[in-house]
Nanobody, 123 residues
């Protein structure tokens, strides 16, 4: 079981990035998927979740209206489109596979984690 996250980088405030997370070793379509982020000295926080079917999504208040999570079960991949980025969005972003079909942003509900990709928002 492996999750490979990529797409991070340096972007100016107001800019956009698209993160991708590709899974191998298992199929994602029975599990909710989420993106979390973490900065040094702080707990890992849930950013966005998408249900196994893709019909349900949940967002952290801090990113709602700016970030969009999506998934392509045929490609075994989940995405995070991040628009109107702010310096406070700077973090290492992790994708994760839930134990459940429906969304939760509780990190204790997640079994598998990707290696993380760094997003830096700075002018």
């Amino acid at each position: 079981v492996q999750l490979q996250a990529f797409g991070g980088g340096l972007v100016q405030p107001g800019g956009s990035l698209r993160l991708s997370c590709a899974a191998s070793g298992f199929t994602l379509d029975n599990y909710a998927m989420s993106w979390f982020r973490q900065v040094p000295g702080k707990e890992r926080e849930g950013v966005a979740c998408i249900s196994s079917s893709g019909d349900g999504t949940v967002y952290a208040i801090s990113v709602k209206g700016r970030f969009t999570i999506s998934r392509d079960n045929d490609k075994n991949t989940v995405y995070l489109q991040m628009n109107s980025l702010k310096p406070e969005d700077t973090a290492v972003y992790y994708c994760a596979v839930s134990r459940f079909r429906l969304c939760t942003l509780n990190r204790l509900h997640y079994n598998y984690w990707g290696q993380g990709t760094l997003v830096t928002v700075s002018s």
